[in-house]
């Protein structure tokens, strides 16, 4: 073979290497573009508006435990609940962080806001606490069965961290409608009901210790 017809050979060998190899580089690039999150974000607030007390209790310490929630609330994702045993998730939406985690977070904060306990932080933080808040999250969802509202129902004990007695306990739940059909809607409906909830507890946390 002269050089001219393998020099022709070369060049068609190195073109079907470049073929070979842009294709599986080509599948690769689109499923890391597939893969990327489509879920908008959201928060709760932190809103000490709701509060009605005007108790303080600054000689006072506060731990925020872990709450506790079912498996289908303790997630990222957005609770629905289309009928009274079936459930649903919010299309294209997610909380920020695990739903407890976040719920613990605005607790916390709120009672910052109100400058009227002595502290208050989460475990490992290294507080000498006086009384433990141990929640439980019973609801916290879109409910579209009779008119789309946000539902939140949060169970409260308060302990006394010296002797390990319950001080009091109590149940709190809000419901209040959606101002409309979208995720946002929604969200907001389900902001304003924990807002409220959160309220009830500080002040009933601030009023019991």
Do not use: H
């Not at 009227?116 to 409910?143: M, N």
Request: charged residues 20%; proline residues 2%.
């Amino acid at each position: 073979m002269d050089r001219f017809g393998a020099s022709a050979l070369q060049a068609r060998f190195r073109r079907w290497m470049s073929a070979t190899l842009l294709v599986p580089a080509l599948a690769v690039g689109l499923v890391a573009c597939g893969s990327k999150a489509v879920n908008d974000t959201f928060d709760l607030t932190a809103s000490v508006s709701e509060v009605t007390t005007t108790a303080s209790a600054r000689n006072r310490q506060l731990l925020v435990a872990d709450p506790s929630a079912l498996k289908a609330l303790d997630s990222e994702q957005i609770l629905v609940r289309v009928s009274g045993a079936e459930i649903r998730y919010l299309s294209q939406s997610q909380w920020s962080d695990r739903l407890t985690r976040v719920v613990q977070s605005k607790l916390v904060e709120a009672f910052e806001n109100t400058g009227r306990l002595g502290g208050v932080g989460k475990p490992g933080q290294g507080l000498a606490i006086d009384f433990q808040l141990i929640t439980d999250v019973r609801a916290f969802e879109v409910a579209a069965e009779g008119g789309d509202r946000g539902v939140v129902e949060i169970s409260a004990k308060l302990l006394n961290d010296r002797n390990g007695t319950v001080k009091a306990q109590r149940v709190f739940r809000a419901e209040v409608p959606s101002a409309g059909t979208d995720n946002a809607a929604y969200v907001e409906a389900l902001d304003r009901a924990f807002a409220r909830v959160t309220g009830d507890i500080v002040a009933w946390t601030l009023q019991s210790i």
